[in-house]
């Protein structure tokens, strides 16, 4: 079994920065890809970012190319997303993702941008 937990959303100003951990349990952390998404109010849910194992290769969503930087410590089990220059249009529930299986979800953090 894997749980996920992430931390680290909140309310930002717009051009602001934040940085959101995620914590995975489990033995075989190393070895998967990991992923953030977001799901903004009536939206779908849509990817963020990825990170291969052993952390090589990253891809973004053109929408946050530039600004967001994802980032993985096998030795700690965790990834980060780190978020700069945001915009109103970022706010929504991040979520983290194991592609472990038939993949893993965290229970979601809120990230609002806001004047």
């Known amino acids: 079994q894997v749980q996920l937990v992430e931390s680290g959303g909140g309310l930002v100003q717009p051009g602001g920065s934040l940085r959101l951990s995620c914590a995975v349990s489990?033995?075989?952390?190393?070895?998967?890809?990991m992923g953030w998404h977001r799901q903004a109010p009536g939206k779908q849910r849509e990817l963020v970012a990825t990170i291969s194992s052993g952390g090589v290769v990253t891809n973004y969503a053109d929408s946050v190319k530039g600004r967001f930087t994802i980032s993985r410590d096998d030795a700690k089990n965790m990834v980060y997303l780190q978020m700069n220059s945001l915009k109103p249009e970022d706010t929504a529930v991040y979520y983290c993702k194991s592609y472990q299986g038939s993949g893993y979800w965290g229970q979601g953090t809120q990230v609002t941008v806001s004047s």
């Open positions: 489990g033995r075989f952390f190393k070895n998967y890809a």
